[in-house]
């Protein structure tokens, strides 16, 4: 008997895992490949996990999650994004956005259905979709305009099988940051081939300079096709509470509880009073994280604009840099190999966010400046030895 399904075997490990399995070969390295803020919940959340246990709120919850957390995220989508969701019937709370993605395309999915995904983009997009039995469409962000959204290829991709879109921004890799103007085009166009919209907006608080975050669900006739997905995990450094949550149509969030009922029951309910505590408190913590990110991303910008063969356009929002090292002549895969064998630095390759992010590196600052300043001086003197060898 074949006890894995079909469906199972298509999906595929990312390499971020392969990148981490190789460097557990190294008894020192530097690691730049983690996803998660390198800080910890700030103290008034823990302490609201920790009272929860102590006072017996820990049982299960509504699958949608306990009412004053939906509330409490009903009044901060209407202070971020000027737009009221109803707690009771158009918001789900999952354990994390990873939960909330699923269950979306889950409820929406036919078996063949299309989902377009802008490459290079995160990873588990298309695995998750090819586990709902759909079919992922990547389509090329415009890396020559700081990977921004290409609309007419977009355009081009959509067919009679397209049933939504994902967008993620700021964008894990990229680290770019849509522009109103470019939602707008891709508003049109989910309204002209009635298209639901998935927006990942994990980062939409780490941005720096004059970037500014702009959700798709606010324009004209989008709410009713705009999945908003978001989660505490990044802007409060909660990723191991596992909260995340879906705002939007009621229909699909309705039924996104329902499968989740089948799947998790809920979130773990001490999580969901952090999460509460979260956005009741203050804003300091988050501030004092960008502030950091933001030294290091200008910190790893002085440092590679010093080094020969890659490039970088700054990011503009998230912890991640992503850097092109095409100059070198080397595959991402190669590149990061060669830099993890030879300086013990360890790097994410291009491509494992898709085809069109061959040819480039992530880099995550959520890491101490200490080990940024290692990790760069070793990058440097491996650029220059190749740069030297004349291997490109
Ligand atoms: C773009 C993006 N979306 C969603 C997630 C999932 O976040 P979580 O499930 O921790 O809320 C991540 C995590 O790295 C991410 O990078």
């Given at each position: 008997m074949e006890f894995i399904s079909d469906n199972t075997r298509s999906i595929q490990y990312s390499k971020i895992r392969k990148m981490f399995n190789k460097a557990l070969?190294?008894?020192?390295t530097i690691n730049f490949?983690?996803?998660?803020?390198?800080f910890v919940a700030s103290e008034n959340v823990a302490k609201a996990a920790c009272q929860a246990v102590a006072e017996g709120k820990s049982k299960y919850s509504e699958n949608a999650g306990i009412l004053p957390l939906r509330e409490a995220i009903s009044g901060y989508l209407q202070r971020e994004l000027g737009q009221k969701y109803d707690?009771?019937?158009e918001i789900t709370v999952t354990p994390g956005a990873m939960a909330a993605l699923y269950q979306g395309l889950k409820v929406i999915l036919n078996p063949e259905d299309e989902v377009i995904v802008i490459e290079p983009c995160w990873t588990n997009y298309l695995q998750q979709i090819l586990m709902c039995g759909g079919v992922p469409v990547s389509v090329s962000a415009d890396a020559e305009k700081?990977?921004?959204?290409?609309v007419s290829a977009i355009r081009k991709a959509i067919t009679k099988k397209t049933k939504a879109i994902i967008i993620n921004s700021?964008?894990?890799?990229?680290g770019a940051v849509l522009e109103k103007e470019e939602l707008k085009q891709l508003a049109a166009l989910a309204q002209e081939f009635d298209l639901l919209v998935i927006s990942?907006?994990?980062?939409?608080?780490?941005?720096?300079?004059?970037a500014s975050f702009f959700s798709i669900?606010?324009?004209?006739?989008?709410r009713e096709r705009t999945l908003v997905v978001d989660s505490f995990s990044k802007t409060f450094a909660?990723?191991?509470?596992?909260v995340g949550y879906a705002a939007g149509p009621s229909e699909i969030i309705g039924n996104m509880t329902k499968l989740q009922e089948n799947i998790s029951?809920?979130?773990?309910m001490p999580s969901q009073y952090a999460a509460l505590e979260a956005l009741s408190g203050g804003t300091e913590h988050l501030q004092y994280m960008v502030k950091c990110y933001k030294e290091r991303r200008d910190y790893l910008a002085e440092r590679l604009s010093a080094m020969p063969l890659v490039s970088w356009l700054p990011s503009?929002?998230?912890?991640?840099a992503f850097v092109s090292v095409r100059d070198t002549g080397f595959s991402s895969e190669e590149f990061a190999m060669k830099l993890l064998e030879e300086k013990q630095v360890v790097v994410v390759p291009?491509?494992?966010?898709?085809?069109?992010?061959?040819g480039y590196i992530r880099i995550s600052f959520a890491t101490s400046m200490e080990q940024l300043e290692k990790g760069m001086d070793a990058m440097e003197s491996f650029l220059k030895q190749i740069a030297g060898a004349g291997v490109h």
């Amino acid at each position: 008997m074949e006890f894995i399904s079909d469906n199972t075997r298509s999906i595929q490990y990312s390499k971020i895992r392969k990148m981490f399995n190789k460097a557990l070969e190294y008894e020192h390295t530097i690691n730049f490949t983690i996803g998660e803020p390198d800080f910890v919940a700030s103290e008034n959340v823990a302490k609201a996990a920790c009272q929860a246990v102590a006072e017996g709120k820990s049982k299960y919850s509504e699958n949608a999650g306990i009412l004053p957390l939906r509330e409490a995220i009903s009044g901060y989508l209407q202070r971020e994004l000027g737009q009221k969701y109803d707690p009771v019937t158009e918001i789900t709370v999952t354990p994390g956005a990873m939960a909330a993605l699923y269950q979306g395309l889950k409820v929406i999915l036919n078996p063949e259905d299309e989902v377009i995904v802008i490459e290079p983009c995160w990873t588990n997009y298309l695995q998750q979709i090819l586990m709902c039995g759909g079919v992922p469409v990547s389509v090329s962000a415009d890396a020559e305009k700081g990977f921004s959204l290409d609309v007419s290829a977009i355009r081009k991709a959509i067919t009679k099988k397209t049933k939504a879109i994902i967008i993620n921004s700021p964008c894990n890799p990229t680290g770019a940051v849509l522009e109103k103007e470019e939602l707008k085009q891709l508003a049109a166009l989910a309204q002209e081939f009635d298209l639901l919209v998935i927006s990942d907006e994990v980062y939409k608080h780490i941005l720096f300079d004059d970037a500014s975050f702009f959700s798709i669900a606010t324009l004209p006739g989008m709410r009713e096709r705009t999945l908003v997905v978001d989660s505490f995990s990044k802007t409060f450094a909660m990723t191991g509470f596992r909260v995340g949550y879906a705002a939007g149509p009621s229909e699909i969030i309705g039924n996104m509880t329902k499968l989740q009922e089948n799947i998790s029951a809920c979130v773990a309910m001490p999580s969901q009073y952090a999460a509460l505590e979260a956005l009741s408190g203050g804003t300091e913590h988050l501030q004092y994280m960008v502030k950091c990110y933001k030294e290091r991303r200008d910190y790893l910008a002085e440092r590679l604009s010093a080094m020969p063969l890659v490039s970088w356009l700054p990011s503009k929002g998230t912890f991640y840099a992503f850097v092109s090292v095409r100059d070198t002549g080397f595959s991402s895969e190669e590149f990061a190999m060669k830099l993890l064998e030879e300086k013990q630095v360890v790097v994410v390759p291009g491509d494992a966010f898709g085809e069109y992010g061959e040819g480039y590196i992530r880099i995550s600052f959520a890491t101490s400046m200490e080990q940024l300043e290692k990790g760069m001086d070793a990058m440097e003197s491996f650029l220059k030895q190749i740069a030297g060898a004349g291997v490109h």
